[in-house]
């Protein structure tokens, strides 16, 4: 994100968010820290990565209020439906040099169109108990792009920060660990299921050594752009090392995982990568997954997706396999799915 400063632009519309009344559960946000560029791109980034998992809530509450108006409601959650800290947020913060730029703006405006939408759903839900489809469609919509711009958003600040690998465009493994606690603990905070996954290229070594390290880059660089571009806009990509990808997942049990993963596996089979005019390069991946849970640290489920790794690798490669016995004790078995999936 570039740091000089910007012309003057018209003020955009307000952003939906509460500015006064906060419940309980929520503190009024704060400006970016003055001191100095990197704590203000550091508390930009930790703003957005909040405003991820708050609008994964809410579009769940939406969702809930709307196929179940009459379900009980939740004591512990707050009385507004459309109570987030983005908007205050950016309210308070639009005019610092990093923040008064076109995609931050682009960024916000989707945030108020998205609150928008929910806000004519639940309102005609509650007068005449109907649904519109179209207006439903255009929510999902918005969310999707929401999520997409916040996530394009925070890789043009970590890119900024060296945060990025800069072979693939990835995520770099300096920034996962902290990503990934952050992710556990919200994952525990919430209630909602989260994964992460390896992926680890088949046969890697031998392209390198048959074809050399230029046609090896191409390789990962194929791979990352599939990885990326295939996920949902709220999961992140990171390069975990050499040849292998760790992907984290929010708000996906192990099903939703493996459906994920399953398609990501199918698209990076079916995407041969053209090295020369006389070589084209099959890739195949091999994905093992588990799930976060409370009573293991991130490094313990990192260890557990190895091991459903390294079932895909033992069952034949080109496969996924997915951790189903989180906390036991005893050895778990790994859940087929893919090419051989019963």
């Not at 880059?217 to 992140?236: E, N």
């Not at 049990?253 to 399953?262: F, T, Y």
Request: with cysteine; charged share 30%; net charge negative.
């Amino acid at each position: 994100m570039s740091d000089k400063s910007q012309p003057a632009k018209a003020e955009p519309a307000p952003i939906a968010g509460p500015a006064k009344g906060k419940s309980k559960s929520h503190k009024m946000p704060e400006s970016v820290a003055d001191g100095g560029m990197a704590d203000a791109e550091r508390d930009i980034l930790a703003e957005l990565e909040k405003a991820l998992g708050e609008h994964i809530a809410l579009l769940l509450r939406w969702n809930r209020k709307l196929a179940l108006p009459d379900s009980p409601v939740d004591p512990d959650a707050d009385d507004d439906d459309h109570d987030c800290d983005f908007g205050a947020w950016y309210a308070l913060n639009r005019h610092n040099r990093l923040i008064d730029q076109p995609a931050m703006h682009a960024l916000a405006t989707t945030h108020q169109q998205l609150h928008d939408s929910a806000k004519r759903l639940l309102s005609a839900r509650e007068v005449d108990g109907e649904v519109d489809s179209a207006e439903f469609d255009m929510m999902a919509l918005r969310a999707e792009s929401f999520f997409a711009q916040l996530r394009r958003v925070e890789r043009a600040f970590r890119t900024a920060r060296s945060d990025v690998d800069p072979l693939t465009g990835t995520y770099n493994r300096q920034t996962m660990m902290g990503d990934l606690n952050a992710e556990r603990e919200r994952a525990i905070r919430t209630e909602v299921p989260t994964a992460i996954a390896l992926v680890d290229l088949d046969h890697f070594k031998s392209v390198n050594d048959t074809y050399g390290h230029q046609a090896g880059d191409m390789v990962l660089q194929t791979v990352a752009g599939i990885l990326q571009s295939h996920v949902r806009p709220f999961d992140k990509v990171y390069r975990y090392g050499g040849e292998e990808f760790l992907i984290c997942l929010p708000n996906a049990d192990m099903k939703q995982c493996a459906r994920v993963l399953e398609r990501l596996r199918r698209v990076i089979e079916a995407s041969p990568v053209t090295v020369s005019d006389d070589t084209i390069l099959p890739v195949t991946a091999s994905i093992g997954a588990a799930p976060m849970t409370k009573s293991r640290t991130t490094e313990q489920i990192i260890e557990k997706a190895d091991k459903a790794l390294y079932a895909a690798k033992e069952g034949g490669r080109n496969r996924v396999r997915v951790w189903r016995n989180p906390d036991g004790k005893t050895p778990a078995t790994a859940a087929k799915t893919g090419k051989d999936a019963t």
